[in-house]
């Protein structure tokens, strides 16, 4: 090989190994979302992802993983993100079999009726980055980086909901946790649980009377279509923690776990008008294609609600044990205002 040709041989070889090298120190954060794309969680990711990627200049990229691609039972979800194999992802109202603490963010009337408020103390240091709830998730291989909160959980019926008497007896569809059931116990409802995917045949054939729902869940799902009345008590909001396999946190350098905090903090507005036009935009769609009739409760009738759901957290406490009680004396405490619930 004659010298011109060793030199660009050379040279190949150099923007090859230089590629490689590029390849190899990228990183690929998978991330698990528990709805579909098109969702507020899946609005919130992609804001998550483009964040994440501008601030590493590439150097790491985001996979979403909308509801479908790892499983079909919210737990496969949370075991893949303690297993790593999924190191980013969100847990809801069905995380309570994992981290039973997290049943604290079921609890009816322990969140102002102000969305914004409560997105800010949820994410506030205080109790976020507080101890109990830390350890709560720690002990378990994880570690909670931020909340969001998707809008208000709204009940459908077949009849109308203006008072705890009018829920004697309700057959109303609740997630499986145990702190809901014990809630809608309270009101003098008969709390069942029934697959998600089952939900509207159930609701359509009067296998269940009732619903809880954030309003894009009742419209994406269409059960607004088999049911009579819509009612909104803003007695709790639907919120899903994101969190991350604690091993790969503790194993990321000071700079990407300054950066996640950077990009959590941004985004806390950001989730917040997400979930706001999206739930806004579907009950205008809901609207439009039936006849439900919204009832909104006034302060008097959910103040009703709220005194028979107060005796919900103490066994909330005896449940979940000390850890739960003091990250819910937190959490009313940073709520503490005229609107606090």
Same mark, same amino acid.
């Not at 528990?34 to 483009?50: L, M, N, R, T």
């Not at 949370?78 to 963010?105: C, H, K, M, N, R």
């Not at 819509?230 to 994101?242: D, G």
């Not at 409760?297 to 449940?319: I, S, W, Y």
């Given at each position: 090989?004659?010298?011109?040709?060793?030199?660009?041989?050379?040279?190949?070889?150099?923007?090859?190994?230089?590629?490689?090298?590029?390849?190899?120190?990228?990183?690929?954060?998978?991330?698990?979302?528990?709805?579909?794309?098109?969702?507020?969680?899946?609005?919130?990711?992609?804001?998550?992802?483009?964040?994440?990627?501008?601030?590493?200049?590439?150097?790491?990229?985001?996979?979403?993983?909308?509801?479908?691609?790892? $499983?079909?039972? +919210? !737990? =496969? @979800?949370?075991?893949?993100?303690?297993? #790593?194999? %999924?190191?980013?992802? *969100?847990?809801?109202?069905?995380?309570?079999?994992?981290?039973?603490?997290?049943?604290?963010?079921?609890?009816?009337?322990?969140?102002?009726?102000?969305?914004?408020?409560?997105?800010?103390?949820?994410?506030?240091?205080?109790?976020?980055?507080?101890?109990?709830?830390?350890?709560?998730?720690?002990?378990?291989?994880?570690?909670?980086?931020?909340?969001?909160?998707?809008?208000?959980?709204?009940?459908?019926?077949?009849?109308?909901?203006?008072?705890?008497?009018?829920?004697?007896?309700?057959?109303?569809?609740?997630?499986?946790?145990?702190?809901?059931?014990?809630?809608?116990?309270?009101?003098?409802?008969?709390?069942?649980?029934?697959?998600? $995917?089952?939900? +509207? !045949? =159930? @609701?359509?054939?009067?296998?269940?009377? #009732?619903? %809880?729902?954030?309003? *894009?869940?009742?419209?994406?799902?269409?059960?607004?279509?088999?049911?009579?009345?819509?009612?909104?008590?803003?007695?709790?909001?639907?919120?899903?923690?994101?969190?991350?396999?604690?091993?790969?946190?503790?194993?990321?350098?000071?700079?990407?776990?300054?950066?996640?905090?950077?990009?959590?903090?941004?985004?806390?507005?950001?989730?917040?008008?997400?979930?706001?036009?999206?739930?806004?935009?579907?009950?205008?769609?809901?609207?439009?294609?039936?006849?439900?009739?919204?009832?909104?409760?006034?302060?008097?009738?959910?103040?009703?609600?709220?005194?028979?759901?107060?005796?919900?957290?103490?066994?909330?406490?005896?449940?979940?044990?000390?850890?739960?009680?003091?990250?819910?004396?937190?959490?009313?405490?940073?709520?503490?205002?005229?609107?606090?619930?």
């Amino acid at each position: 090989m004659n010298m011109k040709l060793s030199k660009i041989a050379l040279g190949v070889a150099a923007v090859g190994m230089m590629s490689a090298a590029t390849s190899a120190s990228a990183e690929t954060w998978r991330f698990g979302l528990e709805e579909i794309e098109g969702s507020v969680q899946h609005g919130y990711a992609v804001e998550f992802k483009k964040l994440v990627e501008e601030k590493t200049d590439g150097e790491v990229t985001v996979e979403l993983l909308p509801y479908g691609s790892w $499983g079909s039972t +919210y !737990s =496969a @979800l949370y075991d893949a993100i303690q297993g #790593g194999s %999924i190191p980013l992802g *969100f847990g809801s109202g069905a995380l309570g079999g994992t981290v039973p603490e997290s049943q604290l963010l079921s609890l009816n009337f322990v969140m102002p009726a102000d969305q914004m408020k409560t997105v800010e103390v949820l994410n506030s240091p205080e109790f976020l980055k507080s101890d109990p709830w830390q350890e709560a998730f720690r002990e378990r291989g994880l570690v909670p980086l931020a909340e969001l909160a998707e809008g208000y959980q709204v009940w459908t019926t077949n009849k109308a909901i203006e008072e705890p008497a009018d829920m004697d007896g309700l057959q109303i569809r609740v997630m499986d946790n145990s702190l809901l059931r014990e809630a809608y116990k309270a009101y003098g409802a008969a709390p069942i649980s029934i697959a998600y $995917g089952e939900l +509207y !045949s =159930a @609701l359509q054939q009067g296998q269940a009377e #009732g619903n %809880i729902q954030p309003v *894009f869940a009742h419209e994406e799902m269409g059960f607004y279509e088999v049911q009579d009345y819509m009612i909104f008590a803003k007695q709790a909001q639907f919120v899903a923690t994101l969190m991350g396999n604690s091993d790969w946190y503790e194993g990321l350098d000071d700079e990407h776990q300054a950066m996640l905090d950077e990009v959590t903090a941004e985004l806390v507005e950001t989730g917040h008008d997400i979930q706001s036009e999206f739930n806004s935009t579907r009950l205008d769609t809901i609207k439009e294609n039936s006849d439900i009739n919204i009832i909104e409760l006034n302060d008097e009738q959910r103040k009703k609600f709220r005194e028979m759901a107060d005796p919900v957290r103490d066994t909330f406490a005896e449940d979940v044990g000390e850890r739960g009680k003091k990250a819910l004396d937190i959490l009313v405490e940073e709520f503490n205002s005229d609107d606090a619930e």
